[in-house]
């Protein structure tokens, strides 16, 4: 979803070559993406599949190495803060090629975060630090990342929320899954939530009290599916328990959920831009402006808070807010010129 904006706005003023890692190789995370969101099929698939985070990093490094060697390009582009974007940066600053990182700057001060550490090594290897809100840019200024390097772009989520907000259809999702009353919609899948019974027990305690007044949709990640499985036997019947959704499907019904209930951090994002109460059930969050110039609350790791905060948010009157600066479906065309501006310099 990252990916997609940029590689929009930069079709046609510079020779792109898209590199799946194939860390998220299922379909329903990570094919059907392309297909909604209009993003050429990948020219290259590393297929590195799933693993630790040590041994998926280093196949990425393994297998991106002489494809980088052979390509030789004047720049690689990293999103986010997942185990292919660290090892592609540090592939990259090993060989000499430049690096840009799309969303840099984001900072949960949570090391036992396997994202944080992989944010923070990413960050001091960038060349361009392309930062999606202003607290990115004073992290950054605090760890000592010259201005030159940082450029404020806004969030590029935003473009793809923005460009295919009109493509969904709440309405018609709502009725063929046969949602009568306000639901909270439910995604869950950071392992310090899942893979522990002690913690994924009560969550999911919380969610079936919360059913009682609510409908609970929750479209459910392989591996949080196998951990339920494993730790309560079977999917609790209260809950409306889907597949995984294709990101039209999702933004569907995160226009018309009473509450959104996530440990995702884009998440966080598009329920702050669409003005959705959302509940993170994390200590902590590298999107703060979600929650100073947003919808989003923390709720830790507390059943009992979780339960009363979505009744909360149902009772209470829908909060008013305005997208954060640049959270405007614009920040791809900034990145498009300063990477263009990049390069050029970068020949000469």
């Known amino acids: 979803m990252k990916m997609a904006a940029v590689h929009r706005a930069l079709s046609g003023r510079l020779r792109q070559t898209v590199v799946h890692t194939g860390q998220h ?15 050429p099929a990948p020219d290259v698939n590393l297929e590195v599949g799933s ?39 540090l592939v990259c600053s090993k060989i000499g090629i430049p690096i840009a990182h799309v969303e840099a700057g984001l900072r949960s001060r949570d090391r036992t975060m396997p994202e944080e550490i992989n944010r923070i090594v990413t960050d001091a290897l960038a060349d361009l630090l392309l930062t999606p809100s202003e607290d990115a840019n004073a992290n950054l200024a605090a760890e000592g990342v010259p201005d030159s390097r940082v450029h404020f772009v806004g969030n590029v989520m935003i473009d793809t929320l923005v460009r295919l907000l009109p493509s969904t259809d709440p309405d018609g999702l709502v009725k063929r899954l046969g949602l009568t009353r306000p639901f909270a919609l439910v995604t869950l899948h950071r392992p310090s939530n899942v893979d522990d019974p002690a913690t994924l027990g009560p969550l999911l305690e919380a969610l079936i009290e919360i059913s009682a007044t609510l409908d609970v949709v929750f479209p459910v990640h392989p591996r949080t599916r196998s951990r339920i499985v494993e730790f309560v036997a079977t999917v609790p019947t209260a809950l409306r328990v889907v597949d995984p959704l294709g990101y039209l499907d999702f933004l569907a019904l995160q226009q018309r959920a009473a509450v959104v209930i996530t440990d995702s951090g884009g998440i966080q994002e598009e329920t702050t831009y669409l003005g959705v109460p959302c509940l993170t059930v994390r200590e902590n969050t590298e999107r703060p ?20 905060e979505a009744l909360r948010a149902v009772a209470m009157p829908r909060p008013v807010s305005s997208p954060p600066p640049l959270w405007d479906g614009r920040a791809g065309e900034r990145i498009a010129d300063i990477l263009v501006a990049f390069e050029g310099e970068h020949r000469k």
């Open 289 to 308: 402006i979600t929650i100073t110039h947003g919808t989003n609350t923390l709720v830790g790791r507390d059943p009992a808070r979780l339960r009363d």
């Open 25 to 39: 190789y299922d379909w329903a995370m990570s094919g059907i993406f392309f297909e909604q969101l209009g993003v």
């Open 51 to 89: 693993a630790s985070h040590a041994v998926q990093t280093a196949e990425v490094m393994i297998r991106l190495e002489p494809l980088l060697l052979r390509a030789n390009p004047d720049l690689v582009i990293v999103y986010g803060d997942v185990n292919s974007t660290v090892a592609t940066a």
